[in-house]
């Protein structure tokens, strides 16, 4: 079988709804707190628990 790659493409699924959530909730943690790394926000966001 000789097919090209172009012939092949990739198709977005979408991001499920906690997913999103999560993005959502570090946007928020990051824009209040610019010099956080990685591992501080997760550390803020186990301290303050469930999503807002």
Do not use: C, N, W
């Amino acid at each position: 079988m000789r097919l090209s790659r172009s012939a092949f493409y990739y198709t977005l699924d979408g991001i499920d709804g906690d997913t999103l959530s999560m993005m959502k909730e570090i946007d928020r943690v990051f824009t209040k707190y610019p010099f956080f790394g990685s591992r501080q926000i997760v550390a803020y966001l186990r301290r303050e628990g469930p999503l807002h």
